[in-house]
């Protein structure tokens, strides 16, 4: 049964966290997973040092994800009354408008004659949509982990994030976002994403959008902190 965590951005939430990770060292199992991700990506900060047991859990799964990032599976988490991290709706009304089509085009079907070319045509290609958009659902996904850094104190961050999420395609989803201290009173972006991987390369998103113009105004550096398959 999954773990479930309520609303952890404010105190109550944070405390019944602390609790219990007074008696767990991750989020679930014995080593750090998807889970401890899922639950690092909903706080939109990092925790006070009041909550003792979350701080040490907030600033050890940081580290690793600096270090060599998370990729055990874990057993399943839900967090509520959080930003959530986005997942990908199957594509049924396309699916569905193509299975209507096809529905209308086999009622001018005259089932006592010979099909024609155009009726042959025009028969095959909502199968073809229908194929089509199956395979494209069956392609493998990834959660990405990215540290994207301004150029200084004076970067504006909100319009910095704003152009990140302006970065639009198939098989891209943004996910949650938190600012996290770097030093000097700079702050870099911490941002995940979900990507269908037939359809998104991460280097070609960082090399010709994140880190060209226009973004290039606001976007220092770009790095890949955890990249795990989903």
């Known amino acids: 049964m999954a773990v479930t965590f309520y609303d952890l951005n404010s105190d109550t939430g944070l405390k019944k966290h602390d609790d219990y990770l007074l008696t767990h060292s991750y989020i679930t199992g014995y080593q750090a997973s998807k889970d401890d991700l899922t639950v690092y990506s909903a706080l939109s900060k990092p925790p006070s040092s009041e909550y003792v047991n979350v701080s040490r859990w ?65 028969a095959e290609e909502p199968s073809a949509a229908i194929k089509a958009s199956a395979k494209k659902n069956e392609s493998g996904k990834s959660s990405v982990l990215l540290d994207i850094k301004p150029w200084d104190d004076e970067t504006d961050m909100k319009k910095l994030e704003e152009a990140v999420r302006s970065i639009k395609m198939e098989g891209l989803h943004w996910g949650a976002s938190k600012l996290v201290p770097v030093g000097y009173g700079i702050k870099k972006l911490q941002i995940m994403l979900t990507i269908v991987d037939d359809l998104v390369s991460v280097d070609n998103l960082i090399e010709e959008h994140l880190m060209a113009e226009p973004i290039n105004e606001y976007v220092q550096s770009c790095d890949i902190v955890a990249f795990n398959k989903i």
């Not at 600096?66 to 988490?77: D, K, L, M, P």
């Not at 991290?85 to 005259?110: E, L, M, R």
């Open 58 to 122: 907030y600033n050890h799964i940081d580290a690793l994800l600096r270090i060599s990032g998370v990729s055990a599976e874990g057993s399943g988490v839900i967090v509520e009354g959080s930003s959530p991290i986005a997942t990908f709706p199957v594509d049924d009304k396309k699916a569905a408008a193509a299975a209507a089509a096809d529905d209308d085009d086999n009622d001018d079907v005259d089932l006592f004659g010979e099909e024609t070319e155009e009726e042959k045509k025009a």
